[in-house]
C-alpha cells in the first residue's frame, strides 16, 4: 500500500513526486514512456526560470527526476488502463495486469498530439508523418518539409527543423500566428521557412518511399494547391490522456480533468495535475505549480481520513 500514486511522469508528476516524497509519504510514479514527458522532445527551453540561457527539455527532465528520486520517489515504467476507488483505497491496474494500491492518487497523465484525420496520414506515419520535429528532424537533412499549426509548437519546431531542412513550409489555417511575438520574429527572419497562409492540408500523398507531397487547400478560396516534401509535421494541438479512468471523475466536453483550485477533482482522494487538467495556460511552469498543489493537498487528504 503506497501513500501516493502518481500517475505520469511529466513537469507535473515529478514536482508532485519530490513534495510527497519529502513529506514522506511513501510515492510510487508510474510512467508509460520517458519521465518528462512532453519536456523530453522539446529542445531548448527559454521560458522556464532559473536558467537566463536557457535549458534543453533532456536536461531539465533529467534533472528533475533526479532531484524527486533523491527524497525517496519510486519509478516504474508502465501504461495505466484502469483506476478504481473502493473505501478510501485507490486501485491502480497496469497493462501487464500488475496492480498498485495507494490512500490518494495524482493524475498528471498530459496530452497527446492531436491527429489530423486526413487521408494518408495512418498510413505514412513514421515514413514522413512526424509530431515531434526533436525526434525526427535529423531523418530529413536537405529535405523540404511541411510543418501543419500556427501556434508555439509549431513555428518553435519549424525552426527547429530549419538545421536539417533545406525549406520549411508553415501551412496555418489562418492569416497571423498564435505563437509567441519572440518567436514569430524569429520565424519571419529566418531565410528557409516559407509561410502558406488561410489553409489546411487536404491529404498526404506518397509511395513506398514515404510521404511525397501534401495537398493543401485555401479555406477563403477553395483553391487546391501541393507542396512537394517528404516530411510532414503536425502540431493541431493535443488531446488529454483520460481513456482509462472510465468515468471516475468529472472530465469536460474535451475530456479535460475537471479540478478545483486545491487540484481535487470530483472522485474522494483523486488529485490533478499538469496539462491534463482543464485550465488556461499549458506550460512548465503551470504544471510545477499544478504538481506542488496536488501533492499538498493530497498529503492534507491522507492525514484527515486517517
Known amino acids: 500500500m503506497y501513500d501516493v500514486i ?21 510515492t510510487l510514479l508510474i510512467e508509460k514512456g520517458f519521465t518528462g514527458g512532453q519536456v523530453m522532445t522539446t529542445e531548448w527551453i527559454e521560458n522556464y526560470p532559473g536558467f537566463e540561457d536557457g535549458i534543453s527539455g533532456a536536461e531539465l527532465s533529467q534533472k ?21 476507488s473502493m473505501d478510501k483505497v ?12 495507494a490512500k490518494a492518487i495524482i493524475l498528471a497523465t498530459g496530452s497527446n498530439p492531436r491527429p489530423l484525420k486526413i487521408e ?10 512526424s509530431y515531434c520535429a526533436t525526434c525526427d528532424g535529423a531523418f530529413f537533412r536537405g529535405a523540404t518539409l511541411v510543418v501543419i499549426g500556427g501556434g508555439d509548437s509549431a513555428v518553435e519546431e519549424g525552426l527547429f527543423l530549419t538545421k536539417f531542412a533545406e525549406k520549411v513550409y508553415i501551412v496555418h489555417r489562418r492569416d497571423e500566428l498564435r505563437a509567441v511575438k519572440v518567436v514569430q520574429e524569429r520565424a519571419f527572419e529566418n531565410p528557409k521557412i516559407e509561410f502558406v497562409w488561410d489553409s489546411v492540408p487536404d491529404k498526404i500523398a506518397g509511395d513506398a518511399t514515404g ?5 493543401i487547400k485555401n ?4 483553391e487546391q494547391s501541393s ?10 494541438g493535443y488531446d488529454p490522456n483520460t481513456e482509462f479512468l472510465q468515468g471516475l471523475v468529472s472530465v ?29 495556460l499549458k506550460q512548465i511552469a503551470t504544471a510545477v505549480g499544478d504538481g506542488a498543489t496536488a501533492a499538498m493537498s493530497a498529503e492534507k487528504y491522507i492525514e484527515e481520513n486517517k
Open 252 to 280: 469536460n466536453d474535451s475530456k479535460y480533468i475537471l479540478g478545483n483550485d486545491d487540484m481535487s477533482t470530483s472522485a474522494p482522494g483523486v488529485f490533478v495535475a499538469g496539462d491534463v487538467r482543464k485550465k488556461t
Open 120 to 129: 494518408g496520414e495512418d498510413e505514412f506515419r513514421g515514413r514522413g508523418v
Open 64 to 84: 528533475m527526476e533526479k532531484q524527486a528520486v533523491k527524497f525517496g520517489l519510486e519509478i516504474v515504467q508502465g501504461s495505466v488502463i484502469g483506476l478504481s
Open 90 to 101: 485507490n486501485k491502480v491496474t497496469l497493462e501487464n495486469d500488475e496492480t498498485h494500491e
Open 6 to 26: 502518481i500517475i505520469g511522469g511529466g513537469p507535473a508528476g515529478l514536482t508532485a513526486g519530490l513534495y510527497t516524497s519529502r513529506a514522506r509519504l511513501k
Open 211 to 215: 510521404v511525397t507531397a501534401v495537398h
Open 227 to 236: 507542396i512537394d516534401a517528404t516530411g510532414i509535421f503536425i502540431y493541431v
Open 219 to 222: 479555406v477563403k478560396t477553395g
